[in-house]
């Protein structure tokens, strides 16, 4: 037994299964979670982008299986989660953002946010909790976001998707604890990515959120990868059912 005071953020051993995990806070959170011990299952609907992270996970020392899957895709999902064997970790990552006024707002905008954003994350984490329910542990973070707790004009859609993955967390915490099964969330602010760097750097789009920031800086990957670790490692093992707000006071106001 060890005699340190400091709970370990190392996943050394586990297994961690990591949607949307082509680009952006997804491989982010991969590569991460490699870094911290764990070998991982990279999940997105782009082959080509899984095999450059694979290939950055494994020159890392840990192994990484691809799944080339749509999250909304329930049949597929219950296959392809339905083959692991054992199952440590879910990071509930892949989401989509299309902003548009609620006049403005198209159907098709609509149903793909709502069945990524929503059913999507619902399909993983339950073909995932089937696994951890049998294990009698596991850990589950769905990504949510400061507009889950705030609202944002010309965000409606997103906005109410993530205020579901709110409430979501907070219910399957409760429902999933006495399995040894905890749920969190981790809510970013606007963080700075290949994808987003044009919009944030925009004046008029970036000028705004930049202003309601606090601490004065968009976030980085790092940043968001960083919480999601602590709430996947043995360190938060009492963390659950809360959203770990990782936007620089945003939501503070």
């Given amino acids: ?27 982010g959170c991969a ?27 494994e020159k890392l020392g840990q192994s990484a299986q691809k799944i080339v899957c749509d999250v909304s895709d329930g049949a597929a999902i219950r296959n392809h989660i339905g083959t692991i064997g054992h199952l440590d970790i879910l990071v509930n990552n892949a989401g989509i953002l299309r902003p548009s006024s609620l006049l403005d707002l198209s159907e098709d905008d609509l149903d793909t946010m709502l069945q990524v954003n929503c059913r999507g ?17 596991g850990v589950i973070v769905n990504m949510s976001s400061t507009f889950g707790v705030n609202g944002r004009a010309n965000n409606s859609v997103y906005s109410a998707t993530k205020h579901f993955i709110e409430g979501f967390t907070k219910s399957t915490a409760i429902e999933l604890a006495p399995f040894g099964i905890r749920v969190a969330a981790v809510g970013p602010t606007a963080i700075d990515t290949p994808l987003t760097h044009d919009r944030l750097n925009d004046p008029a789009i970036g000028g705004d959120l930049l202003s309601r920031i606090p601490m004065g800086r968009f976030g980085q990957i790092s940043d968001v990868v960083g919480a999601v670790v602590f709430l996947a ?9 809360t959203t770990l707000m990782v936007d620089g006071g945003w939501t503070a106001q």
């Fill in 121 to 137: 994350a619902v399909l993983v984490a339950q073909a995932a909790a089937e696994i951890m329910t049998r294990q009698g542990s």
């Fill in 1 to 27: 037994m060890s005699d340190s005071f400091l709970p370990s953020m190392r996943v050394d051993g586990q297994v961690a299964l990591i949607t949307g995990a082509g680009r952006g806070i997804g491989k």
């Fill in 233 to 241: 490692s043995p360190a938060a093992a009492l963390v659950s059912g």
């Fill in 31 to 57: 590569l991460a979670l490699a870094e911290a011990g764990a070998d991982v299952i990279l999940m997105s609907r782009t082959e080509s982008e899984l095999d450059v992270v694979a290939t950055q996970v």
